[in-house]
């Protein structure tokens, strides 16, 4: 029952670190995302992929990269991490037939 | 473009008290719509969602809610709360148009359950 697994849970970064959350999911679904969420302005969606290959820019992409190698895995790279950066990432899956999401248990990272 | 408001980011309410989360939404074309709980210091999970039919749909823990087309509505109701109702809820529309790439959530509403 791993669902979607973020790691790591904590990151502290300081200004120009580079670094990548990593994401997997086991449920073999095609779509997946990265929001961010800061207080006051719910979920924002950074970028997306609908399957292997596949990435696309969603409302806040600045200061991110993602790639899509294989079905399981998302990873979200910060080149150059800014202060701006500094929120909780969740990455999610989605069921085809539900356009359901499935949820990561987030990583909260802070830039310094 | 699609659009959530939740009009309350704070809702008190006693314990056995009923209650009612607001969201309305925005969009030119037909929507699915979802409410989201969040548990502290967890992620998201679904506690809903509407994508044709019934207007009425029920979800998990007690929890229904009631699309209104006309009002653009899709309000979160339980008729008695419990503690353990404390979370943050997130109301989120998919524009049927994108195929449910891109889910916009709203701001969010966090209910505290008083005892």
């Known amino acids: 029952n791993a669902g979607v697994t973020q790691t790591p849970k904590f990151q502290v970064l300081k200004t120009g670190q580079s670094m990548t959350l990593q994401c997997a999911q086991d449920m073999n679904h095609e779509y997946m995302s990265w929001y961010r969420q800061d207080p006051g302005m719910g979920l924002r969606l950074i970028h997306y992929?609908?399957?292997?290959?596949?990435?696309d820019q969603g409302e806040v992409p600045n200061g991110y990269n993602v790639s899509r190698s294989t079905t399981e895995d998302f990873p979200l790279r910060l080149l150059s991490a800014a202060p701006s950066q500094t929120s909780v990432y969740f990455c999610?899956?989605?069921?085809?037939?539900?356009?359901?999401?499935?949820f990561g248990e987030g990583s909260r990272l802070t830039v310094l | 473009a699609q659009s959530v408001t939740q009009l309350d980011s704070q809702v008190p309410v006693f314990e056995e008290a009923p209650v009612e989360l607001r969201c309305n939404y925005s969009s030119s074309v037909s929507v699915y719509l979802f409410w989201y709980v969040q548990y502290p210091n967890q992620g998201l999970q679904l506690l809903l969602k509407?994508?044709?039919?019934?207007?009425l749909v029920k979800g998990i823990n007690g929890f229904e809610a009631e699309f209104n087309k006309s009002q653009t509505s899709f309000h979160l109701r339980k008729p008695s709360v419990h503690i353990s109702d404390t979370a943050e809820y997130f109301c989120a529309v998919s524009d049927l148009n994108f195929g449910n790439e891109k889910l916009t959530f709203g701001t969010g509403t966090r209910l505290t359950i008083i005892p």
């Open positions: 992929s609908v399957g292997a290959g596949i990435t």
């Open positions: 509407y994508l044709s039919g019934s207007t």
């Open positions: 999610a899956s989605r069921s085809t037939g539900t356009g359901e999401l499935f």
